[in-house]
């Protein structure tokens, strides 16, 4: 079984401020995933990153899958209170159907 | 909507008794997953469903069994509920597009409590 290590378990952060936060492995992955999780609902897929050293960006949200394919951060820019939420990383082996998750960073943001 | 539907969305168990949560989704998908949430443990996999007729075990199995009734519907059952069953019980569905994986659909969860 992979072990995905999220790291800082927990932040809190004023409004305005920027943060990373990270996943890390000594496994491979053949892709990894973010998701957003709000209390009481289910996590919501933000990016999936296939490529070692791939950037990708969602408005304030900058994704980096590392080169050798065994970490991965999440860079938030001005955070905002929307940003509030359990943040996970998922990684997946080449064919294996099965995914694993991370513990989580519960991230929050003072207006 | 389109998405992954939970029911029930809470539950009280007295230990002994069983029952069974029920998934369904409407996107079509043909792996469907079953996980438990619990504090400081993330996300862990008890069932799986690749496809219509097949389910395979994942990191937490025991004490679970399921069933895929068909391409909609992953139901997962709970014989004799212990208190280490407490926890949020998600369903999660996914698709293949171009021999690539998609990202996970989630229900909104189930939150069991076993006393």
């Known amino acids: 079984t992979q072990l995905l290590e999220q790291s800082p378990q927990f932040l809190s952060i004023q409004e305005g401020e920027n943060l990373t936060v990270y996943c890390n492995s000594s496994s491979v992955f053949s892709s990894l995933q973010w998701y957003r999780q709000e209390p009481g609902e289910g996590p919501v897929l933000l990016v999936t990153?296939?490529?070692?050293?791939e950037v990708k960006k969602l408005k304030r949200l900058t994704f980096q899958f590392g080169d050798a394919r065994k970490d991965s951060s999440l860079h938030i820019t001005a955070a905002q209170p929307g940003d509030t939420g359990l943040y996970l990383c998922?990684?997946?082996?080449?064919?294996?159907?099965?995914?694993?998750f991370g513990t989580g960073t519960r991230l929050t943001i003072i207006p | 909507n389109a998405g992954v539907t939970q029911t029930p969305k809470f539950q009280v168990l007295k230990t002994g008794q069983s029952m069974t949560l029920q998934c369904a989704q409407d996107?079509?998908?043909?792996?469907m997953y079953w996980y438990r949430q619990d504090p400081g443990m993330g996300l862990r996999l008890i069932y799986y469903s690749a496809s219509e007729g097949t389910t395979d075990k994942g990191e937490v199995p025991n004490g679970y069994n399921v069933s895929r009734l068909n391409k909609r519907e992953f139901s997962l059952r709970l014989e004799s509920a212990a208190p280490s069953q407490t926890s949020v019980y998600f369903c999660?569905?996914?698709?293949?597009?171009?021999?690539?994986?998609?990202?996970?659909?989630f229900g909104s969860g189930t939150r069991l409590t076993v006393v």
């Open positions: 999660a569905s996914r698709t293949r597009r171009q021999g690539k994986y998609e990202g996970y659909t």
């Open positions: 998922a990684g997946a082996v080449f064919g294996n159907e099965k995914l694993t």
């Open positions: 990153v296939v490529t070692g050293g």
């Open positions: 996107m079509n998908h043909n792996s």
